[in-house]
Each structure stands twice: as C-alpha cells, then as structure tokens.
C-alpha cells in the first residue's frame, strides 16, 4: 500500500507550508492525481486521516481531482488522451505514445486557518 507513504508525504508538505506561513492548522488539501498514477483515493485519503493525526494537518479535508492521462504520438505528432498504458492512438492505430501527463500526483492548494 504505496498510499502510507504518499500520504505521509502529503502530511509532511502541507504541516511545513503551513509553519512556514505562521498559519494555525490546515483544514483542506487539494490533490491532483492523474488518471494512470496508480493511486487509489479512498486508501489515500485513509492513510491521510492516520498519519496526520496530531499534526497542524489533523482532520483536513482531502479532495481530489483526478486529471486524464495526455500522450504524444510519435507517428501522427498529436497530443492524444488514453485511459491505460494499452491504449492505441485513435487517430492512426499505433501504439507509439509517450506519457506527456497523467502519472503524477500534485498538491495544488492547501487551505489553513
């Protein structure tokens, strides 16, 4: 369950921002977590609840968009969306992508009293 320890990582990013802005606790986190990041919200945001019990971060609510997955197809030199690493380029069948966005996770906000 690689949740844990991004979720530590989420606790750990969103207690020093909030230090660093003098703020009291935090009381949202924002999340971006693109659709073939392999992460499962719900083990996330368990995991969130957990490790920042007794943290600045300590019941915060997590919300999570989750953005699509954009590929660039070497043949037809588009940008392309895919849904999993088997897609094929709609436009012209092939399956020689590169992943451009889509496997990444980003705090985009944090909101502190």
Same mark, same amino acid.
């Given at each position: ?37 392999? !992460?499962?919200?719900? &083990? ?6 957990? /490790?920042?019990?007794?943290? @600045?971060? #300590? =019941?915060? +609510? ?19 969306? !895919?849904?999993?690493? &088997? ?6 069948? /092939?399956?020689?992508?590169? @992943?451009? #966005? =889509?496997? +990444? ?9």
């Amino acid at each position: 369950m690689h949740e844990l320890s991004l979720a530590q990582s989420i606790v750990e990013i969103a207690t020093s921002h909030a230090r660093a802005e003098g703020s009291g606790r935090v009381t949202k986190v924002f999340l971006k977590i693109g659709a073939l990041a392999h !992460v499962d919200p719900g &083990a996330l945001t368990f995991a969130f609840d957990a /490790v920042s019990a007794g943290t @600045l971060a #300590e =019941g915060a +609510e997590v919300i999570i968009e989750r953005g699509a997955a954009k590929a660039f197809c070497v043949p037809c030199g588009l940008t392309i969306e !895919v849904a999993t690493h &088997a897609d094929v380029c709609p436009h012209c069948g /092939v399956h020689q992508w590169m @992943l451009t #966005e =889509g496997d +990444e996770m980003r705090v985009t906000e944090l909101e502190v009293e």
